[in-house]
């Protein structure tokens, strides 16, 4: 449902805000929703870690999610599209190659808020 929400208010949101400004909130919402969920994980609130985890889709969906194959495309020619799509999915492969040994090793808030700082970066790359 998070991902149904966030699909239809992004497309909205793009009609009054630029898309650098778009990705710049997706990225910092879904860095809030990921430190949040971590200290909801931490002192033991399950309802707030679910608003979170819903609050980090909807985030994605707005930004990066609903955009990233049609902005890929824009700027692009097609071998750069083919590197791009290609690259999105390694790393999403890697991400869940490495996420379970991570909770596993480290602890699931640990991990909320290493992932809560790549979403750090990922604003400022988009800042820059």
């Known amino acids: ?65 609903s955009y990233y194959f049609a902005y890929i495309a824009q700027v692009g020619n097609p071998s750069i599209n083919t590197i791009g799509v290609s690259f999105f999915w390694f790393l999403v492969l890697v991400i869940s190659l490495i996420t379970p040994p991570m909770i596993a090793n480290l602890g699931v808030s640990i991990t909320f808020w290493i992932f809560s700082a790549f979403a750090i970066g990922g604003g400022v790359y988009f800042w820059f």
Do not use: E
Not at 10 to 16: A, E, K, S, V
Not at 39 to 54: A, E, N, R, S, T
């Open 1 to 65: 449902m998070a991902i149904v929400i966030g699909t239809i208010i992004g497309p909205i949101l793009n009609r009054c805000i630029s898309i650098k400004n778009l990705f710049l909130i997706g990225a910092g919402l879904m860095c809030v929703a990921l430190a949040l969920a971590a200290l909801f994980l931490h002192l033991g609130l399950p309802y707030g870690l679910l608003i979170c985890v819903m609050v980090f889709h909807i985030s994605y969906q707005i930004g990066l999610g």
